[in-house]
């Protein structure tokens, strides 16, 4: 049986957490779209999920086993908006850089298309489930969902809302599971892609 008690991810794991996310998100629709050639998607989702461990670190929670088989990145109530201080600090700005100016601007088109929906949607105070991402050879024991219940149990006890973005409809179940509600969806425009918007209410319980 796996074990599967959680911790606060240290910062000396912070490189471990990243390499595990870009595994998990290698075959992720968006990012096949972004970064259509494997071994450059690779190494941007690596840089790029170790820039948002870190911006998590600083600003959120992050989440992790005893044998780091999963990841899940939270930002707090009062926290959820990427400002520009925020995002130097963590090396964020360096994405366009990182990922090649056409790479980047699909990848831009998406984020700007999900913030709009993310303050659409979720407009009052909210913890935000930025990045949740199982080792892919662990995937389907349930770890995911482990990795989010502490927030998910907080946040009904002091009365706050969940709120996240996917772009796979598969996940919306997965979430739905945990007390999510799909709120909007929509194609992405010019990318075709889809994203689904979830809110889980401050009332409902795991």
């Not at 912070?14 to 998100?25: K, S, T, V, W, Y």
């Not at 790479?103 to 949607?121: C, P, V």
């Amino acid at each position: 049986m796996q074990n599967t008690e959680l911790f606060q991810l240290e910062v000396a794991q912070r490189g471990q957490a990243a390499e595990l996310l870009a595994r998990a998100f290698h075959n992720d629709p968006l990012y096949v779209l972004v970064l259509p050639e494997e071994d450059k998607r690779a190494e941007v989702l690596s840089w790029l999920f170790d820039r948002v461990v870190h911006y998590s670190l600083l600003y959120g929670e992050v989440h992790t086993t005893r044998a780091l088989e999963g990841v899940a990145c939270w930002l707090p109530p009062g926290r959820t908006d990427l400002t520009i201080g925020r995002i130097l600090r963590s090396g964020l700005y360096a994405t366009p850089l990182k990922m090649g100016l056409a790479a980047y601007r699909r990848f831009d088109t998406y984020s700007s298309y999900a913030d709009k929906l993310h303050h659409r949607y979720a407009p009052e105070s909210h913890w935000y489930l930025w990045v949740v991402g199982v080792d892919p050879l662990r995937q389907g024991r349930g770890i995911g969902g482990r990795l989010i219940e502490p927030v998910l149990a907080r946040a009904s006890a002091n009365g706050t809302a969940c709120y996240l973005e996917t772009g796979t409809e598969r996940n919306t179940l997965f979430y739905q599971r945990h007390g999510f509600k799909t709120v909007g969806e929509g194609q992405v425009p010019k990318l075709a892609v889809p994203v689904w918007a979830m809110l889980r209410a401050p009332t409902d319980e795991l």
